[in-house]
């Protein structure tokens, strides 16, 4: 197995573990939120009835990009690169970065 193989291989491993722990990730509703550039960036949200989600962004470009993320989420699994500024609620994702994040239940 070459370096790149081993991590990516280690990636999906965490992403099915992360899957396989909470189901909303793939049996919540979906929805998709606006973002200034839809053709680079897609961003949906899985919200729970108890007031906790799940947020996912993939920034498909080869530019980087920012996104508003709304309150109270933290990331949870996200490519090299990626920032979440909590005061001013801005996901910076690299070209070709993506991230999930999470906010618990109050």
Known sequence: LTPAGARRRDLVRK????RHRHPALFDAPT?????????DVYVFRRPLPD???WLTAVNIS?????????????????ADGVRLDPAGGQLQLPPHGWAITNKESK
Do not use: K, M, T, W
Not at 15 to 18: E, F, H, K, P, R
Not at 31 to 39: I, Y
């Open 31 to 39: 929805e998709f939120l606006p973002v200034p550039c839809p053709d």
């Open 51 to 53: 007031g906790s989600a």
């Open 15 to 18: 992403l099915a573990d992360l």
């Open 62 to 78: 080869a530019q980087p990009r920012a996104v508003a993320v709304p309150d109270a989420f933290s990331i949870v699994l996200a």
